[in-house]
């Protein structure tokens, strides 16, 4: 079955059977269940007047155009003026909510999956994804199928607009973005666009900026040149380009853009965990120097590097930890009033910008760090933490009971002194100078095993020797 309903929306491959796939549909059934969603919760909001506006936007993907037709249909039947925003990265969907002061939005986008999926992502009127509360609803609503549709005086309208620029413009009215900065450093930089609508915004945004840039896979069609997470086995193209030494800086973004990885002048790779931990360096250092400045926290999820906790207590702040999914790290940074967070993929989140991940506020305060550091970007990542983040699987069979596995790793490792463990998302056993962390599938009979330490055979061998103990249990 290739159709997998979660509270953050629904995503599956394109074609084959209902109810196994992301087919019309249930693109009509889900998209329907979150329009009522959003009209009972607005409705019963107090103080708020439902704008009856809902906002539209896709990634280039090869299925984008039909599920934006269904999707935007379906919502204008159900009484909702549509604001299609076309071609849009998440983060520029996400803002174009607030901006266009609708009551909710849907971003049609698979993120960094291969080229035959794509998804529903679903936002509440501040351009945020739905709490778990939120999404479970829908999914109730979904399932029982009690839908109402508007008659033919109260259809909704529609309408197109573009917000790039908007969202250009917003980042470079960021404080701490120095765009004076950049210009004078004149930078040029090589960005792997893959063939989605990075290469439509971040022109946009590196010409604001007075960078000098050639873009590959620019073609916006979804027709992925290669794997399109942005990992180090996908990325040879562009790390062959930066080893010409034409560029300082070497740019890579997810289908979607709100995942974000750096590439050094030498062509290696900086690193997807540091993306974050090198924005929060420069903002946590720039805030520390100003007077009466708030606490400098952090949050990042359970599976990212410890270097992000180093970082921080450097600066006097306090690290938090998150369950893993970007709406408990907004959540967490909410609470704790943290001043930059995300994820370790890559997601860096800036509240002065909106809680929501977003490689362009990455982009521009990254190139803030590199111009004040005034130094190569394979120099910057030799002053960080150094640290290796290993991953495993193990797989059971069905009728393993994979939380009384987990019970007994918790119960193991609590009754150990120097040992902290955290059970909000799985098991996360931190020692002193590493840790692993043990999460169950929810569709599979899995547990995914994720450790860092200093070196990579240290962090593989912690993760082997955790498996060998869960195999002991099974």
């Not at 209902?18 to 919760?41: C, E, H, M, S, W």
């Not at 909704?156 to 004076?180: M, P, Q």
């Not at 990075?198 to 992925?224: A, C, H, M, Q, W």
Request: glycine residues 8%; proline residues 3%; contains cysteine.
């Amino acid at each position: 079955m290739s159709l997998i309903k979660s509270i953050s929306g629904i995503r599956g491959t394109i074609g084959g059977a209902t109810g196994d796939t992301l087919n019309p549909l249930d693109i009509v059934k889900f998209t329907t269940a979150y329009a009522t969603f959003i009209r009972k919760q607005t409705n019963e909001e107090d103080g708020y007047t439902p704008s009856n506006r809902i906002v539209v936007g896709r990634d280039a993907r090869i299925s984008g155009e039909m599920v934006n037709n269904i999707v935007c249909g379906t919502l204008m039947g159900m009484g909702y003026d549509v604001v299609n925003i076309g071609l849009a990265s998440t983060p520029t969907t996400e803002l174009a909510v607030t901006m266009a002061g609708a009551d909710g939005g849907i971003i049609i986008t698979a993120s960094h999956n291969p080229r035959h999926w794509n998804a529903l992502k679903l936002l509440n009127r501040h351009g945020e994804f739905l709490t778990a509360a939120d999404g479970g609803e829908v999914l109730k609503i979904a399932e029982e199928e009690a839908f109402v549709y508007a008659d033919v005086e109260h259809l909704g309208k529609y309408t197109e607009e573009n917000f790039d620029n908007r969202h250009v413009e917003s980042i470079l009215n960021l404080k701490l973005v120095d765009a004076d900065k950049i210009h004078e450093k004149r930078f040029t930089v090589c960005v792997d666009a893959i063939n989605s609508v990075g290469s439509i915004i971040l022109p946009k945004l590196l010409d604001r900026l007075g960078v000098g840039y050639t873009i590959l896979n620019k073609e916006p069609n979804g027709d992925f040149e290669h794997n399109p997470e942005p990992l180090e086995k996908n990325l040879q193209g562009i790390m062959n380009e930066m080893k010409t030494g034409r560029y300082n800086l070497g740019i890579v973004v997810d289908p979607d853009v709100d995942r974000l990885a750096f590439i050094t002048e030498e062509g290696k790779m900086f690193g997807e965990e540091y993306t974050l931990v090198a924005v929060a360096d420069y903002i946590l250092s720039e805030m520390s120097e100003t007077e009466n400045h708030p606490p400098l926290n952090t949050v990042s999820n359970l599976s990212s590097t410890r270097a992000l906790r180093d970082v921080t207590e450097k600066y006097g702040g306090t690290y938090t930890a998150a369950a893993v999914g970007e709406v408990n790290v907004t959540t967490k940074m909410k609470e704790t009033g943290a001043v930059i967070g995300g994820e370790g993929n890559g997601g860096v989140i800036y509240p002065d910008s909106h809680y929501g991940r977003d490689a362009l506020a990455g982009i521009g305060l990254f190139l803030s760090l590199l111009a004040k550091k005034d130094c190569k970007v394979s120099e910057l990542r030799a002053t960080y933490p150094e640290y290796h983040i290993a991953k495993n699987r193990i797989d059971l069979t069905p009728e393993t009971d994979v939380d009384a596995i987990l019970a007994q790793v918790k119960e193991k490792y609590s009754a150990m002194d120097d040992v902290q463990v955290n059970d909000i998302d799985g098991v996360k056993i931190d020692f002193a100078d590493k840790w692993v962390h043990l999460r169950k599938s929810n569709t599979e009979p899995i547990i995914r095993i994720y450790s860092e330490a200093h070196t990579m055979d240290e962090a593989d061998a912690l993760g082997k020797s955790i498996m060998d103990i869960v195999y002991s249990m099974a």
